[in-house]
């Protein structure tokens, strides 16, 4: 390709909603074999809300609802403001939290009325040293339903089972379909629990899932998808896909993540959907030529 189209290119890029920060990005798109892509806030709204919330018996829902919420109030995660707005939806005061600290990838633990409570996913209580096996008909009727389930424990005892979701968006699919139209596999890189995230892939015709990553995991199944499909896009709006979006041969961050991914990334797609991709690599083509 010519210095001149890729300019020409670029401009175009710029029309259509999709910024080219590097011009390299432009020539490597149009041999893109996979694009990998995070689902929390890219596939889905990043927006959960709080669907289900099962007590075990001798705990008395709104003081666990109270606790959960008090502990979710000091976190930044998405699930934490669907926990604490259901807990405002109900009028529950929240009681004082101390000695708050966030477990990556694991959930949330602090000291609440002098009870530890933690909240956070089935890995976390088995860490814990707690058996969530009585919720296990629950959590995967809720997985399967593309909810992400979630446990409570209070005073070092289980206490429930909480289940958020968070609506797909609404350009999604034909965002998939699009990537489909032009030959490319599909993968998603998750945190999420392995049930939930199979759902919704499911639903929108995902090819491949990597689910149940630790931030540092989306680097490594990127690196992986690369040695085994060749070059990988990837699209993600997290703090957390950054070093994904840099692992990657081409990084996307959609136009409305955080600073740190759109920082981290080779095209922003100021759309804030993932349309953009499917756009950014017809562009590529059109403009290196080469359409194979
Ligand atoms: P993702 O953003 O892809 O879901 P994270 O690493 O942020 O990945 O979270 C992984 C999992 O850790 C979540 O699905 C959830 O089970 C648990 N988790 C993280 N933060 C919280 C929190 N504040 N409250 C409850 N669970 C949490
Ligand atoms: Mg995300």
Redesign the pocket.
């Known amino acids: 390709a010519t210095p001149t189209s890729i300019m020409v290119g670029t401009g175009r890029g710029a029309e259509l909603g999709v910024l080219f920060r590097k011009g390299e990005a432009l020539q490597l798109l149009k041999d893109a074999k996979v694009v990998a892509v995070?689902?929390?806030?890219t596939l889905t709204e990043g927006r959960p809300a709080l669907t289900d919330l099962q007590i075990e018996p001798g705990m008395e829902r709104a003081r666990v609802l109270a606790l959960v919420a008090a502990v979710?109030a000091k976190?930044e995660?998405?699930?934490?403001r669907a926990?604490v707005e259901a807990a405002e939806a109900e009028g529950l005061t929240l009681p004082l939290v101390s000695a708050f600290e966030?477990?990556?990838?694991?959930?949330?633990t602090a000291t609440v009325d002098g009870e530890a409570v933690q909240?956070?996913?089935d890995r976390?209580m088995g860490e814990l040293g707690l058996d969530v096996g009585v919720f296990a008909a629950a959590a995967g009727r809720m997985g399967d339903e593309g909810k992400?389930p979630?446990y409570a424990a209070i005073g070092g005892r289980l206490a429930a089972i909480i289940a958020v979701a968070d609506p797909i968006k609404a350009s999604t699919p034909a965002a998939i379909a699009a990537l489909h139209g032009l030959g490319l596999k599909v993968a998603m890189i998750?945190?999420?629990?392995r049930r939930t995230a199979a759902a919704i892939a499911r639903q929108l015709g995902i090819d491949e899932v990597v689910a149940e990553?630790?931030?540092d995991g989306k680097v490594e199944a990127v690196r992986r998808l690369k040695g085994e499909h060749g070059r990988v896009a990837f699209v993600g709006d997290?703090i957390?896909d950054a070093p994904a979006l840099a692992e990657s041969d081409v990084g996307l961050a959609v136009g409305n993540g955080t600073d740190i991914a759109i920082e981290a990334a080779d095209v922003v797609l100021m759309s804030g959907s993932l349309k953009g991709v499917a756009t950014a690599i017809a562009l590529s083509r059109a403009t290196i030529g080469n359409i194979r």
């Open positions: 995070d689902k929390t806030g979710e976190s995660h998405p699930i934490a926990i966030s477990v990556t990838g694991r959930g949330v909240i956070g996913s976390y992400t979630l998750t945190g999420d629990n990553v630790l931030p997290g957390n």
